[in-house]
Structure formats: structure tokens, C-alpha cells
């Protein structure tokens, strides 16, 4: 019994560790390569319960990447299967960046690491504007371009002009959206 | 203290931040550099570039260095714990419930009506990007790096970690 969980949890270390260190592109681009590990090569659930995994997950805030390892790590190991699930998925790139970002502080007064520096601010900058694009689009197709722009743009007043803390506001749309009746379009339920 | 504030800024952008790690992004900004004051926006620039060239999930990785840089190896652990746990906690707890509404109007909703508040924030932050090159580089190097790495990221879909090597190169040739 001891033997066979023990055995299990570095199964489930490693299995969750490579998920981590191949997982580039932030969460989503993840999910993939979770269901590499779970489903195909060790059949710790099938296809179906891996859906529902997903789909559940989904209606959670939060990064995806941390919730689904931390309940597949729980169901097939206990709570010592999440917190090693979890851990395998995020300690080595955590450290990662400490160390690497440690050292670039150190040296930060030399003149040619300050200006490697600034120039990662554009490139940032273009990556920021890459995700506004998307999450604008998938916005404009769900909600259409007129509801978007109004919500986008009258968060943006209450948020940047008036200061109010954007927890409220999204806090508040997340709660209406919650409690206000359901559309009537959306007819075949059930 | 510092750990209750790091834990306030961890929790609420994970737990209002609908639609994936990169939505919380903007949340987090608004705690450490707007809120706190914790890091300049030149420093979470650097985590951003760091964290978007390395795997693993965007969201805990910059809660730890964050986490780190303000508190030591305990603040780094606090703030990861406060990304993780609260959203893992529910999805334990309350499966059956949320299995039963997930394919729910209400709840598609939930993230349908987050999603442009996100997109203003992450608009409003690139322009900070923006104005924060032309304070550090000047307006030819934002240009010139912003373009090229736009037409590498976008169009010729070349890894972000290989994007952010090259503009090391660039500044510490040019920049220096």
C-alpha cells in the first residue's frame, strides 16, 4: 500500500514536471500536454472524465494550469498527489526566475545590462498588445463590438479616471452576471 | 503585514481574473506597481519578458518572483499559495455543483462580461509600455524593437523566448 503510493507520486512528479518545463505559451497551451500525461500514456482517467476535468475548470477563476494538475494530482493520489502535482507543474520555473532575474538586478548598474533592460519594455509592450487584441476579438464575438466597447470603455473610465480599484468592477459584473435572469435565446436546455 | 498585502495582491487577481492565466496580468500590475508600489514598471516589464520566455504557467511564475523580490523565500511562498489555492479549493469542494452548471448561460456569462474590462486594462497597460520605451530608449529604439518584434511574434510566429534573447542582444549593444 505505502510502496504503491509511493510509487505513484514520483510517477505523478514526473509526469507533472514535464508538463511544466514543455508548457510554453502560459496555460492553455498546456492543456494538451496534460491530457498526454493523463490520458495516453498513463491512463489515470479517460478521455470523457478529462472533459469534464476541463469544462469544470473553466467555470473557476484562476490559471488553469494550477487547477487542473492540483485535482487530477488529488483523485488519483490524495492531497499529497495535488501538492505534488501542483509543485512539480510550478516550482522549477519559479526558481528559475528568481535566480535569473536575481542576477540581473545585481549587475543592474552596469550600463550594457541596463540597456538589455530596456529594450525587452517594446517587446513587452507588443506582447501586451497582442493579448489585448485577442481578448478584444473573442469579446467582440460574444458580446458583439458595441457591448464590448461599452463595458471596455466605461471600466476604463471608472478604473482610470475615477480610481476605483478594478476588483469592484469586475467583481460586480461577475455578480450580476450570477444573479440576473438567463437570456431567453438560449432555448434548448435540459 | 507584508504577507497579508502579498496575499491580497495574489488573491484578488486570481480569484475576479475570468479567462486563464494572461488575464490576471493586468490585475496583478494594478496591485505590485499601481496599488503597492512594490516594483517600477520597468522591473515588471522585465518579469513579464522572463516569465513570457520560460514554461510553465505566466501567473504563478510571477507570483513567486514577485513574491520573492518583496518578502524573500516566505513571500514567494505566500504568493503562490494565494494564485493556487483558493480557486484549487473550490474546484475540490464544490464539483458536483459546479459539474451541474458548467455548461450553464450564467456562467459563460461570467467570463463573456469580464473579458473587455480585461482587454482596457491590457490596452491601457501597453500604452504604459509605450510611454515607459520612450522614457528609457527613445522613441527610434521602441520603434525599431516594437516593430521587429511584432513582425516575429505575430507573423512569423517565432518562440517569445528567442524575441526577448534578441532584444538582450540588441540593448546590450546599442543601449548600453
Known sequence: MTAQSQASLSKIFLAFARIGLLGFGGGPAMIPLVRDEVVTRHQWMDDDAFADVLAIANTLPGPIATKMPGYIGYRIGGFSGCAVAVAAVIVPMVLAMILLLGLFSRYREVEWIQGMGFAVIPVVMIMMGQLTLDFWNKSRLALGPWTSLVLGAGSGVLIYLLGIHPGWIIGALLATAMLAPEPRRKEVDQ | ?176
Do not use: C
Not at chain 2, 486563464?20 to 494594478?30: T, V, Y
Not at chain 2, 513570457?52 to 504568493?79: C, E, H, R, W, Y
Not at chain 2, 452548471?101 to 462580461?113: E, H, I, L, N
Open chain 2, 1 to 176: 503585514m507584508i504577507y497579508w498585502e502579498l496575499f491580497l495582491a495574489f488573491f484578488i487577481p486570481n480569484i475576479i481574473g475570468y479567462g486563464g492565466g494572461p488575464a490576471i496580468i493586468p490585475l496583478i500590475e494594478a496591485e505590485v506597481v499601481g496599488r503597492y508600489g512594490w516594483m517600477s514598471a520597468q522591473e515588471f516589464a522585465e518579469t513579464l519578458a522572463l516569465g513570457n520566455a520560460l514554461p510553465s504557467p505566466i501567473a504563478t511564475k510571477m507570483a513567486g518572483q514577485i513574491g520573492f523580490d518583496v518578502a524573500g523565500a516566505g513571500g514567494a511562498l505566500v504568493a503562490v499559495l494565494a494564485t493556487v489555492v483558493p480557486s484549487l479549493l473550490l474546484m475540490l469542494g464544490a464539483l458536483g455543483l459546479l459539474y451541474r452548471y458548467r455548461d450553464s448561460p450564467r456562467v459563460k456569462r461570467m467570463s463573456q462580461w469580464v473579458r473587455p474590462v480585461i482587454a482596457m486594462m491590457m490596452a491601457w497597460l501597453t500604452w504604459g509600455f509605450f510611454s515607459e520605451g520612450l522614457e528609457t530608449s527613445g522613441l527610434i529604439h521602441t520603434l525599431v524593437i516594437g516593430s521587429v518584434a511584432a513582425l516575429a511574434l505575430l507573423r512569423l510566429r517565432i518562440h517569445p523566448a528567442f524575441v526577448v534573447l534578441a532584444a538582450l542582444a540588441y540593448g546590450g549593444l546599442l543601449l548600453g
